[in-house]
Every structure is written in C-alpha cells, then in structure tokens.
C-alpha cells in the first residue's frame, strides 16, 4: 500500500535561514508526488509536483524539491525563509487516477 | 472565476441529525472529490466523481453520501452525524482526474458534531 510519512510534525526557523521539510513515501512505481501548503484558515495550494524526469523540481514562492529515488524521498527546500511561510505543509502521492494519499504535514512557525 | 467554493464555513450539529456540505466548483472540471482533514492525519478521501452521474468510495466513505447530478455540483451528506465526524472538511476539483492534473481546494467546512 501507499503511504507518505513527514517525520517532523512541527519545525521552527528563524525568518533568513533555510528550510528543509522531509517526505518519505512509499510506491511500487514511478511515483506521481505533489507538496501542498496550507495557510491558516485556508484551504490548499499545489506549490509544485513531480512526475518524471529532473529529479529538481522547482515551485511556485521560491520553492524547489528533489526526487531522490534511492531513499525513496521528495524534501522541500527553501534558500531563505520568509515571515508568511508560516503555514502548514503537506506531501502527497498520487494513488489510482487523482487520488492522493497525504502525508500527516510539517507545521512550520517562522521566527522573527 | 470563483473556483471551488463550499458552505458553510462552520456547522455545529447534534449527534444523529443530517446535513448536507455543499461544494461548487465554476472550472468546468470533471473530477471532484471530498476529504477530511485530522490532526496529524493529513488529508483522506471520502467520496469521489470522476464525471457527473458517477462516484465512488474513497479511503473513509463510512456516514457519508454523495450524488453528481451537474457537472458544477458535488454535495456531501451526513445521513446521522457521530462526533467521529468532527473534522474539517474540504472538497475539490480537477480538469479530469489524470494522474498529473493539479487539483484545487475549497476553503473547507469545520464540522463539530457534539
């Protein structure tokens, strides 16, 4: 079966510093693999997706993620982090057809 | 465009009383589907519709319904509410449900049901 885990449930950055969120999942296959985020109150944005191909992907907000297939893992990355980054963090895999499997999320807090 | 809208925003309800969430999505799209979103739980489907007159059971189908009678419209029901349905509850839509296509979501629906 699918599933998608994000070991870190809450992470803390000073605004400036860099950002690495990590999602492990795990697929038979060439996974289809999307990261979500969610501002408070709101509801989710695709910030960027992966198919196949450069295993760089880059995203929407200064994003970029990394396919890394032999540890079966897709990290979020951001050089620099911004004070409305603050969000919720989500990593899916695509199932059969549309259907996502979501990983449990990252909460990131960003420090002034 | 509005895109995907639901309402209401909030809902309390008591144990064994109906509702229906209602989503619209103005995209033309054919693929919709419902989620519930838990603490340290993500996401998981609920219902899905790949077009209208056609759905399907997701991961949590359990207390819920659905029908696709228009393309634009995809309610979800609660025949008997059971406070294991308090969550929040967001539905959304893609051009055709490929595997590559972006899906876009609601502002959601938080349920309580006491």
């Known amino acids: 079966a699918q599933s998608v885990t994000q070991p870190d449930i809450h992470i803390t950055v000073s605004e400036g510093a860099s950002l690495e969120l990590r999602c492990n999942y795990s697929?038979?296959?060439?996974?289809?693999l999307f990261w979500y985020v969610q501002s408070p109150g709101q509801g989710l944005q695709l910030l960027l997706k992966y198919f196949s191909g450069d295993t760089l992907v880059q995203g929407i907000k200064g994003f970029e993620a990394e396919f890394k297939r032999s540890q079966s893992s897709f990290n979020l990355r951001k050089p620099s982090v911004h004070w409305s980054d603050a969000a919720e963090y989500f990593c899916a895999v695509v199932k059969a057809g549309n259907m996502l499997t979501f990983g449990g999320g990252t909460r990131l807090m960003v420090k002034p | 465009n509005a895109g995907v809208t639901q309402t209401p925003k909030f809902q309390v309800l008591k144990t064994g009383q109906s509702m229906t969430l209602q989503c619209a999505q103005d995209?033309?799209?054919?693929?919709m589907s419902w989620y519930r979103q838990d603490p340290g739980m993500g996401l998981r489907l609920i219902h899905y519709s790949v077009g209208a007159g056609i759905t399907d059971q997701g991961e949590v189908p359990n207390g819920y319904n659905v029908s696709r009678s228009t393309t634009e419209d995809f309610p979800l029901r609660l025949l008997s509410a059971a406070p294991s349905q308090t969550s929040v509850y967001f539905c959304?839509?893609?051009?055709?449900?490929?595997?590559?296509?972006?899906?876009?979501f609601g502002p959601g629906t938080r349920l309580t049901v006491l």
């Open positions: 995209m033309n799209h054919e693929y």
């Open positions: 959304a839509s893609s051009y055709d449900g490929g595997a590559g296509d972006e899906q876009f």
């Open positions: 697929y038979g296959a060439t996974p289809y």
